[in-house]
């Protein structure tokens, strides 16, 4: 089994773990940035500046996501919205981004190291995350492109399907051992790949 107690927010040494072949990939994800903005998207301006100042529009719809050039968005309530950083992108200018936005009846706020990110892949990613959380996984119920708040055994995740076999999962920063915990307790029954640290896209 995988030694949880290395170095890292919760993960790994890269490598293969157990024996045959690995139909899994667990892997940390590095989020150099992340947002939580807050407003009513109804307020004539305040989707607007958001886009405006962050480079994303809003996804409106539950559960779904959106892509910019710089940021990915996700849905997490009806006036909530989780804004990460993509890959190495400059980081916007939050002085300018929050009194926009405060001037649209809004909030930005910085959660920047608050949150962890892994990465679960490869053609028994659905099943693993079905041992550890009560969501349905099937491609049908859980598209490409949408995202759900549960848990992962005993910890709140923010689960988002960014491939048919391809999941990333948030937690708070305080959980990050315990999730990481969960996931290669799950895999352990099986082989499986743990892939060098990545940038989240």
Known sequence: MADSSVSGIGSTPPGRYGTGKARLVLGELTLAGAWNVQ?????????DEVHAMMGVR??????????????????????????????ASP????????ASIHAAKGALFDVSAGRVAYAVTGARAAALLATRCPLD???????????????????????????????????ARSYARDAWHALYVSAASEAYDVAPTAMFE
């Not at 980081?91 to 929050?98: E, G, K």
């Not at 492109?145 to 992962?152: F, G, I, M, N, P």
Request: with cysteine; hydrophobic share 45%; net charge positive.
């Open 39 to 47: 407003g009513k998207p109804e307020h004539p301006t305040f989707a």
């Open 58 to 87: 809003l996804p409106l719809q539950p559960n779904t996501m959106s892509r910019g050039d710089a940021l990915a968005a996700f849905w997490l309530g009806p006036e909530s919205w989780l804004l990460v950083l993509r890959g």
């Open 91 to 98: 980081r916007p200018d939050l002085s300018a981004a929050r």
């Open 137 to 171: 996984f099937h491609a049908a119920t859980f598209p490409v492109a949408t995202c759900a708040q549960s848990l992962l055994g005993h910890v709140g995740a923010l689960y988002y399907r960014r491939g048919p076999e391809d999941f990333v999962l948030m937690v």
